[in-house]
């Protein structure tokens, strides 16, 4: 694999479009932050090439993220990549996130370690709940209680150490606001779910950050919450939706306002970033 140059992201941008089930976050990542460095989600990417096509591309985040998109499964050569990259996760099709895994040998086990099943909603098929809950701006809710929501989140689903959650929290949910991402759903008033969006392209959205507080679970406020969000961003031209489900209670709400079930999508993450060893 070789390293991508500037003239080179048009076609890279092309490549991870025609994988974009398992592309959103690098694909973002290189639209947004570029591959000149300063902002820690910029990236490096090493590309393959065959007949004057991209056939392969490693993306690789300053802050360490690993993204492959490598059909052909060149491992060697990838290895080869990160040999000196501090590794602070990886991300990307379940399968190839697999062989990585197996072909790096990382001296410790992921601190997050999951395999989530992916799915697909085109939004011509999208089904809204009934309910007379609606959807708000995040900052209409208490920030308090939001980021304390997201705190919950952290330790749950991304097995953040409780001492560290409710900070990163905090600056989640800044981030949110900034980039106007997320939603909250009232009903009477009152806070009682949280969707968004954790990567945008103008036709194509990926849900993350899904969060009920468990006193209000079973009840589906969640779906309707990720349904109403959907339908707003099918008004301002976005067409398709992906998202991993966390367990079976969420893939059932998805199902329910038709998503439907594509492939699997894995996510590592270790607290201390790490180097392969040989």
Same mark, same amino acid.
């Given at each position: 694999m070789i390293r991508a140059v500037a003239t080179d992201q048009p076609a890279i941008e092309a490549f991870l479009?025609?994988?974009?089930?398992t592309s959103m976050f690098p694909l973002v990542n290189l639209i947004n932050?570029?591959?000149? $460095?300063g902002h820690p989600r910029a990236v490096t990417c090493w590309i393959r090439w065959k007949a004057g096509q991209i056939t392969d591309v490693l993306t690789v985040s300053d802050e360490?993220?690993?993204f492959p998109q490598c059909p052909t499964g060149p491992w060697g050569d990838v290895v080869t990549v990160l040999s000196d990259i501090g590794i602070k996760g990886i991300l990307g099709a379940a399968d190839q996130v697999a062989s990585?895994?197996?072909t790096l040998r990382l001296p410790a086990s992921p601190d997050l370690d999951v395999v989530e099943p992916l799915y697909h909603l085109s939004l011509m098929n999208?089904?809204?709940p009934d309910g007379l809950t609606e959807l708000r701006q995040l900052q209409d809710a208490p920030r308090d209680l939001i980021e304390g929501w997201r705190a919950a989140y952290n330790i749950e689903l991304?097995?953040?150490p409780k001492d560290s959650a409710a900070a990163q929290a905090a600056r989640d949910i800044a $981030?949110?606001?900034?980039?106007d991402s997320h939603r909250v759903l009232m009903q009477d008033g009152k806070p009682v779910a949280m969707t968004g969006f954790n990567a945008e392209l103008p036709h194509v959205v990926q849900i993350g950050g899904v969060y009920t507080p468990p006193e209000a679970r079973s009840g589906g406020l969640a779906r309707r919450a990720v349904a109403l969000h959907l339908a707003e961003a099918a008004e301002k031209g976005v067409t398709d939706a992906l998202l991993f489900a966390a367990n079976p209670a969420a893939e059932k709400a998805y199902q329910a306002i038709g998503f439907a079930h594509i492939g699997h999508y894995a996510i590592a993450m270790y607290e201390e970033p790490q180097v392969r060893r040989d």
């Open positions: 479009a025609k994988h974009i089930e932050h570029g591959m000149s $460095g360490g993220m690993i990585l895994r197996g999208l089904q809204i991304l097995a953040y $981030g949110y606001i900034a980039k």
